[in-house]
T-cell receptor, first 116, second 120 residues
């Protein structure tokens, strides 16, 4: 079974500062993908960034980047120059080639607050 | 809206009521999903429809009954629910491909904004 663990239920960051959200996962699969989703108060889940397990290079999307440590099964999200609009729930998620139909396994989420 | 629309946005129902949640997508996707999001718990996959055929049913109680009349619409029929069924119900859609790499290359897992369900 695949599991995703987010050990930080809540985090806060000062506006314009940097924050890192943690995620670890457990799997015996070798071909898989990891994702970070953002869920603002509007409730819609929005894909922030994704990482292919076979790629050693960490994914980046503007102010968002990941630190993917495959051996440690760790996948943290770094948000640089935090903005008020970054306040949301952040979910780490996982899927693999045998999952079927894009099935995603999610963590419990981290609530990020941005302090003006 | 992202292309996946869920109605109603909020729903309060008694335990003996029958209600339905609706999900609609106009993205041309061929797979649709129902997820349950409860407080302090990971999102739980409930049902998967691929080309209108149900391919997954993750041990969901029979008081939840999905229906997928076509590839654009997905319903979740609710009957004699329990208070612990109160949650945010999210619909999502995606485009299925034959190979995993093709799937992820065209990654298109789009969520709706959910229906907040309260069972009283």
């Amino acid at each position: 079974a695949q599991t995703v663990t987010q050990s930080q239920p809540e985090m806060s960051v000062q506006e314009a500062e940097t924050v890192t959200l943690s995620c670890t996962y457990d799997t015996s699969e070798s071909d898989y993908y990891l994702f970070w989703y953002k869920q603002p108060p509007s409730r819609q889940m929005i894909l922030v960034i994704r990482q292919e397990a076979y790629k050693q290079q960490n994914a980046t999307e503007n102010r968002f980047s990941v630190n993917f440590q495959k051996a440690a099964k760790s996948f943290s999200l770094k948000i640089s120059d935090s903005q008020l609009g970054d306040a949301a729930m952040y979910f780490c998620a996982f899927t693999y080639s045998g999952a079927g139909s894009y099935q995603l396994t999610f963590g419990k989420g981290t609530k990020l607050s941005v302090i003006p | 809206e992202t292309g996946v629309t869920q109605t109603p946005r909020h729903l309060v129902m008694g335990m003996t009521n029958k209600k339905s949640l609706k999900c609609e997508q106009h993205l041309g996707h061929n797979a649709m999903y129902w997820y349950k999001q409860s407080a302090k718990k990971p999102l739980e996959l409930m049902f998967v429809y691929n080309f209108k055929e149900q391919t997954e049913n993750n041990s969901v109680p029979s008081r939840f009954s999905p229906e997928c009349p076509n590839s654009s619409h997905l319903f979740l029929h609710l009957h004699t629910l329990q208070p612990e069924d109160s949650a945010l119900y999210l619909c999502a859609s995606s485009q299925e491909e034959d190979s995993f790499l093709a799937k992820l290359a065209n990654y298109g897992y789009t969520f709706g904004s959910g229906t907040r369900l309260t069972v009283v």
